[in-house]
């Protein structure tokens, strides 16, 4: 009763809580456009909740086996002492870039960027880095637009060609605001990115330690854990395959055939499902858009 209370407190105030209670208005100022257009691949893609907790691990993942980003962000981070915080900061972080009035996701956006110019470390192997090199923004960007993009595809819907490409598009907007100047713009620069990223990413125990925390904080309500754990397998399975291959992601981390089928089960329900309160449905209404804008049949 008291968890259905602050989500119906929250959807009249059109404000989406954060850690320990912040909160982030998405409903006003009214009229005010964000980033990216409403009818957007991105705004319909990003509403979907299961295809962002599994593409952020997806994300997560391919980002720590780039041996500098993995030690800025496991070393500069809250990841391994508050990882339900650094979910929740992160996963708002995402949904104000996408649906926050844009010249408070901008000014959001420039907070990080100044904060992440602060980092900067040497690899256990030697490697200098800065968190703002170029490089390593376009990698955690491209892995981000990746794992939320194949997630959708291969837990809710496929969408062809032209709308992959449209979705590195558009992400090209805030990427640039971050500092990923020349991260991929399509499906195509993506898969040549990767390509080029390949020699570079190594398995590593961080990758391990980091999906072990994803199987044991408690992300959901404890008679979901089970499915949580699913979803956590599901993240390694959108991982191109060969990575999985040379990153070692073995039969542990593998679903089976009907446990696939039940989070593609799931992921096609909540793509159908208007909750009040998300940020998505929040920012159509303060567009002046129905609550059900995202989810008519594309």
């Known amino acids: ?11 009249g105030s059109g404000s989406h809580p954060g850690k320990g209670g912040e909160r982030f208005d998405f409903l006003n100022p009214r009229g005010e456009e964000a980033l990216l257009p409403a009818d957007s691949v991105t705004w319909r893609v ?4 299961v295809a962002m907790f599994v593409g952020g691990i997806t994300a997560v993942i391919l980002e720590l086996a780039e041996p500098r980003v993995c030690d800025g962000v496991w070393n ?28 408070k996701a901008e ?10 110019d602060r980092i900067a470390g040497v690899t256990s192997g030697g490697q200098a880095y800065r968190a703002n090199d170029v490089e390593l923004l376009n990698w955690v960007q491209v892995t981000a637009s990746y794992g939320f993009l194949e997630a959708y595809c291969q837990l809710v819907a496929p969408l062809p060609l032209e709308q992959k490409d449209a979705l ?6 805030a990427a640039k605001l971050y500092g990923a100047v020349t991260a991929p713009d399509s499906v195509a620069s993506q898969e040549a990115f990767f390509a080029s990223m390949r020699p570079l990413l190594q398995p590593t125990e961080v990758i391990e330690e980091f999906l072990e925390l994803m199987l ?3 992300v959901f309500p404890w008679f979901l854990r089970p499915y949580q754990h699913l979803l956590v397998k599901a993240a390694v399975g959108v991982l191109p395959q060969e990575l999985q291959q040379s990153l070692q992601l073995g039969a542990r981390w ?14 096609r329900i909540s793509d159908r499902l208007v909750i009040k309160a998300s940020p998505a449905v929040q920012a159509c209404r303060r567009l002046g858009l129905p609550d059900n804008y995202l989810y008519k049949v594309q």
Do not use: C
Request: net charge positive; charged share 20%; proline share 5%.
């Open 168 to 173: 590195y598009r558009e992400g090209s907007i």
């Open 76 to 103: 500069n981070t809250a990841f391994r002492t508050d990882p339900l915080g650094r979910l929740r900061r992160t996963g708002l972080a995402a949904m104000v870039t996408v649906y926050g009035p844009h010249t």
């Open 254 to 267: 593998q679903l089976k055939g009907w446990q696939r089928g039940l989070i593609r089960w799931t992921g």
């Open 46 to 49: 990003f509403k979907n909740p």
């Open 107 to 116: 000014a959001m956006i420039a907070g990080i960027y100044r904060m992440h």
């Open 1 to 11: 009763m008291e968890e259905a209370t602050h989500q119906d407190q929250a959807a």
């Open 216 to 218: 044991s904080t408690p």
